[in-house]
């Protein structure tokens, strides 16, 4: 009579243990639940005109028409208020427009904050020490490092431009911005974020960078046709804080 | 009668919990990673083995790949030749002549795209591509599966690299894949100069080689590194020596090969091609995408007097409007003595590499 019980008693456990092995898999096929995500993204614009492609021509103040050939923008130190969101982020005008993508929901924003560039320690530091996925790692940054000293290119704006006003297209004019060396490191803070519903669940909080700023930020202009290179060498550097200046200004939510 | 439930419940348990028999257990392969390289991203699905590695290298060297059994990967990308090819154009099948030179083959793990036109992302897909193509190895991918099918050796290699039978291009991709992350360069006197200059400690063996740096090399490294000097270093930098962009480095002014823009359609790739690492520069002649020049002189002289403007040409090349860099006979030199410490020996005759038939 003992026995018959025990054995019914480990009928049931086994039956049970079965169920729920098979139940996880179950669960696996259930639909899932889609986590509301928070999406960073970065345009480069000229005033209220996007540059969504090479072969955009914009028009600055003094007549030149240009195309953006590539911008290029490493953040760091990403954080929503004290919350670390990441250490590293790179905009590559080239690869789309999404800085960042993160589970949340815009109500657990309160501030968004990150540098332009790199901090002086980790700016000359072994650049192939980084994780894989770390944005630093210099497989990742690639052209976006020029040597362990000065260190990193901490953004790039590169244009191509025809000064002439004559009526014929020849954009023969490079222009190339290369903002590196400690003392161009900027941060800037965002509060009062106007987030976006970008469907399927994604928040969106759009950023731009306004080359019509980058060029004219108050007093400090650029004129491209004689300001029209820089690697932060050291000759080049008033022109690169310069632009580093205008760059954070130019920066800004839309 | 009775116990009938109990009996089926706990063979019921029991079978749940058999786990499926294992058929095959590679051997992890450890790659090593010199100090000053970052770490190598292995793909997810094509983790290093031992027996992965030793088929990529078997299948690197097998002419059955081609259709007329006499072109191996390695027939355009030969050790003694810089895993490259001294041909301007390499042959295929048939004496059908290509039309880019054959890049050279080293430190493959870190690289983000591949072909001289990045039309490939992964090695596995670079891979998969030379093969079935006409100009190269021209044979179809069934025909390449049944050849190796037929050979008992490769059937039970595939079987110890990947567990299975079954012989198609997806596991000879990964295979070479595996084998080609594999190849490291990173003993130069290059390697030595870069710990050295950015402050990391140098070995006993490394030390004695960094006194043997000369003036004339290390003025050269100046001179590629300066923006006034030789201005190399926008493109080729770092451990890698190279940048993972493309370029347009003033070839032509009209350009009778597109390069990239005739894989994005986009006109403002037009004329560019990816930039090359220059490891072991000093024995992958010719160069550039079409093998133009033979001579590393001759590329010199390019930079610093031939550059040809165009509207993709790159803004990176700051005296293009002058035509190069002018650099002097004297600098020419300095720059020369440099490129050649990029040289790595015993990547060429690392025993690991060589042909295994």
Redesign the interface.
Known sequence: MR??R???Y??????G??IG?CRDKDEENEEETVKPQVEITMDPMYDQQFLS???VIFTTEEGYRV?L?EMKVILTDLRNGNHLLSPAAIYDSKKGRTLLKVNGTSSDFGSLSFNIGVDSVLNHS???????DHAL???NA??M????NPGYIFFKV?L?ADTLDDGIDN??H???YHVGMDETFRSTQFTGLNWNNAGNSVEQLRLKVDLKRLLQNGNSTVDIKTEF?T?S?PAQLPLSIKLAENFKAALTSY | MKLLPGFIGVIVLISACKKEPKIYEPTPYSLDIPSHFPDMPIPADNPMTVEGVALGRKLFYETRLSLDNTIACASCHAPSKGFSDDRTFSVGVNGTVGRRQSMALVNLGWQQFFFWDGRAKTLEEQILQPVPDPTEMHLQWKEAQKRLENDLEYKRLFVKAFGTQFIDSTYVAKAIAQFLRTMISANSKYDVMYKYANNMQLTPSEYQIYQTVSIQEWAGYDLFQSLNGADCFHCHNGALMQVQRYSNNGLDATFSDLGRGAVTGNTSDNGTFKIPSLRNIEFTAPYMHDGRFSTLDEVINHYSHQIKISPTIDPMIEFAFQGGVQLDANEKSLLKAFLLTMTDHSFFTNPAFSDPN
């Open positions: 026995m018959k025990v054995v019914n480990l009928a049931i456990i086994g039956l243990l079965t092995a492609s090479e072969n195309k050939r072994d650049p192939a020490a980084f994780p894989n790692n210099i497989v690639s052209d490092h020029w040597s362990w590169e191509i954009f023969n490079p222009v190339t290179m690697h060498a």
